[in-house]
């Protein structure tokens, strides 16, 4: 990232700050979701029963630091093994998009997901959590799916 981007980066978080928000469940569930970019679908989870058969919900804004944390979260919380991507999806970001490139294809040589279209899809995470990423969690791809409902039937 050049001195520019990171300018408009930290001028963004001022002018439109964003919550980061996350809401942990049952900490031995298998289970974890990521709403993408909607707020009121993880809203949806945090009030519902459902987080008792989930581990952590919680949104993916970046297609860096953000995937960077749902893969710290899965490298330590090793009993999750299915990931709900749902919600819609962070335009210029691609933050989806490269979580399921990351997931397919691993990175390159300068930590750079394979296949990403995204701006800056570069990774701080060790190759071994990545491995732990793509050899044990599964993803079900809901990508633009904001109907709670609908994603409730898919985790029953």
Known sequence: ??????????????ILPIPEESYHGNPEASLAVCTLSSINLLKKFQNSEIMSQISIAGRLLSENK??????????????????????????????????????????????RIIGSTSPDPYLTVSEIQIKHFQQNVGIVNLTNETNFEQIIKKIN
């Open 66 to 111: 953000g995937i960077d944390s749902i893969i710290r979260y899965l490298s330590k919380h090793q009993n999750v093994t299915t990931l709900i991507l749902c919600g819609k999806e962070v335009w210029g970001h691609k933050a989806g998009h490269s979580l399921l490139k990351l997931h397919k294809n691993g990175i390159d040589e300068n930590k």
């Open 1 to 14: 990232m050049n001195a520019l981007e990171e300018a408009i980066g930290t001028l963004c978080k001022i």
